[in-house]
């Protein structure tokens, strides 16, 4: 039965021509790919020449065949791998590959605007899908300019089968002075037909320069504060003396890196770093570049990334006050949120637990009760309520509104929200005129706007889980 296999090709080139050489990586600083070659876009892929693979849009393509997708499933009775996500993980697409029977070129593309007289990465990430024995994938990555000047080139070798794992595959190369065009080329060196299948991704070139090394003055290169700190930074970095004529710029990322801004000003190899107060995660690095090419930002070389988190404080919220009625426990309404937060009561006094976020407190006076909260970066938050402690329930039994500020409405002082209680009044003809529920009781004497008149009126309060008998009693409106 013939077997199929995916190849994840991860491309790797040579700085000088040779065969099977170890692969190379810059050993200083990089700066940011001039090239990302990620396979986002599904569908034919514009660097296959036409006398190559063929495209075929399914999960396993067939000999001759490739795809771009971002998974495999269970293909040729489970002879690959079943891959699940891109190199990165992040579910893109990579470069699926189903290797013809004969060997050849499969991708190509020039790459141009690098900056001249510069080394550079290249790299690849490359992975065999076979997951029995057979034909193993051999790449031959080459660089060169368009009328075949070899700049450098690599040879994987046999790329071993069964193991999914991406693998990364790179060399060094220096651009010519006349920033000619650049065109990369990845042959397939095995057959296909059982076996030499693989997937590629993340196809990138990196300036590469002598290494610059950014720190925090008197701290690691990752410092966490919190939401209104005000402290002041100093970065500073050490700049190789490759450099001849070396132009600084510090540069901020506020997204994990994805993008990075200039700071205005911020030229030189040190930086004062003000307060930011709102919080957010900030990235800073230096970048360099010789004066004479300053303007080209592909031939920047960053420094480490320096990392200031600015934590946000917990949000507290102690509740509203309450009302303990004795033999009648308050259970304390509190919320809190933050970053892996813990709080605690002050003082414990007459509370079941203080380490909960809502216990049940039962104060034989007034008490007022501090929530504080911390987060696991010690950010802290904290907030009051204050539980009033009666013998039971008072019930004014008449109130005069009329205007004068004085006792001009009528409502119950020590109705507690945990009691759930209902409120209602009648008037003489037995008609509600009014109802409110839990502690929203203030009754101004009208209804629907109209005054009613002097006189006697019926309240009844009952509480909805039977947690106090029901009070009935007269309530006497004086005008």
Known sequence: ????????????????????????????????????????????????????????????????????????????????????????GNGGNFMLVNASYAPGVFFVTTVTDLCPNTTYEFS??????????????DLLFTIEKPDGTMLGSYETGLIPNGSQVWEKYGLLFSTPSDN????????????????????????????????????????????DVCEGNTNQYVFSATVSSDYQSPYY??????????????????????????????????????TVVEASHKEITSCRIASNVLHVNVHPNPLVDAGPDRIFITGYPVTILASASGEHISYYWQPASYLDNPDLLTPVATPPADMLYKLVVKSAFNCAGSDEMKITSVKGLYIPNAFTPNGDG??????????????????????????????????AVSWNGAVNGIPQPAGAYVYLVTFRDNKLKPIKGLLTLIR
């Open 249 to 286: 710029q510090w540069q901020e990322s506020n997204d994990s890196g994805q993008t990075w801004q200039d700071i205005n000003g911020a030229t030189t190899n040190a930086y004062l770093r003000l307060p930011t107060l709102q919080p957010g995660k900030y990235g800073y690095r230096l």
């Open 406 to 439: 004085i006792n001009d409405t009528w409502h119950i002082p020590y109705l507690d929200i945990g009691l759930n209680a209902e409120v209602k009044i009648y008037n003489r003809w037995g008609q509600l005129i009014y109802r409110a529920t839990a502690s």
């Open 180 to 223: 000619a065009t650049i065109v990369l080329r990845i042959r397939n060196n095995s057959p296909g037909g059982n076996g030499n299948d693989l997937a590629l991704d993340d196809i990138g070139f990196r300036p590469c320069g002598s290494k610059i090394t950014a720190t925090i003055q008197s701290n690691k290169d990752t410092v």
């Open 1 to 88: 039965m013939r077997r199929v296999f995916i190849i994840n090709l991860m491309l790797a080139l040579v700085l000088l021509p040779g065969k099977k050489a170890a692969a190379q990586v810059c050993n200083g600083s990089l700066g940011d790919p001039v090239v990302n070659i990620t396979f986002n876009n599904a569908g034919p892929s514009p660097y296959v020449p036409d006398t190559s693979y063929t495209y075929q849009a399914a999960d396993c393509p067939n000999d001759g065949y490739y795809t771009v997708t971002n998974h495999t499933n269970s293909c040729f009775d489970n002879h690959w791998f079943t891959v699940t996500s891109d190199h990165t």
């Open 124 to 137: 690849a990430w490359v992975m065999s899908v076979l997951n029995t024995f057979g034909i193993n994938p």
